[in-house]
């Protein structure tokens, strides 16, 4: 990454990572099925390599946990990003690389988290609605097609795609695989990882 005049290398998110030890959040974002647990798993098994400290809040994972108790409104919807947002915003802050996967359906509270945190990676996981159809494999569309399930983002509430991301990856074109490496590589010109050894190379070949 080509440094701007005046700027030395301190001055960038690596340069604070390497002596002032800063994390960062990368924020995924998008449908139901759109490969963002997939992508988000594959991408800490690749940073885990590089010896980086890292950890994933699942928006599954911490339904049960984290937030066991709310519900799908509007207000429950935001309460869930906000708590994942605040448990981000501590790891970052620690240095740690938090990785999040959860839908957070609203523009709005998503702005919200990235204010909190600062070093901050909007990460959209484009896929069309009818290939995220074809993937869920638990019925959920079909479900709430059916007026069986209320509030389903994408069918019965709304999805707002992020505005200005600093990564889109198009799940239906490319492979998981191929997403978390894009993921990687714009990490590294950004200034956030360093490049790869060729040692991490083999082993992640």
Known sequence: ???????????????????????????????????????????????????????????DVVRRNLTKGLGFSREDRDENIRRIGFVCQLLTRNGVIAISAAISPYRSTRDEVRRLIGSFVEVFVDCPLEVCKQRDVKGMYKKALAGEIAGFTGVSDPYEEPLNPELTLHTDRETPEESAQNVLEWLEEAGYLAGETEDVKRTSV
């Open 1 to 59: 990454m080509r440094l701007a005049p005046g700027t030395s290398e301190e001055d960038t998110p690596l340069g604070r990572q390497k002596n002032e030890n800063s994390g960062v959040t990368i924020w995924f974002t998008g449908l139901p099925c759109a490969g963002k647990s997939t992508i988000a798993q594959l991408l800490e098994l690749r940073l885990r390599a590089r010896d980086c400290r890292v950890e994933v809040l699942d928006g």
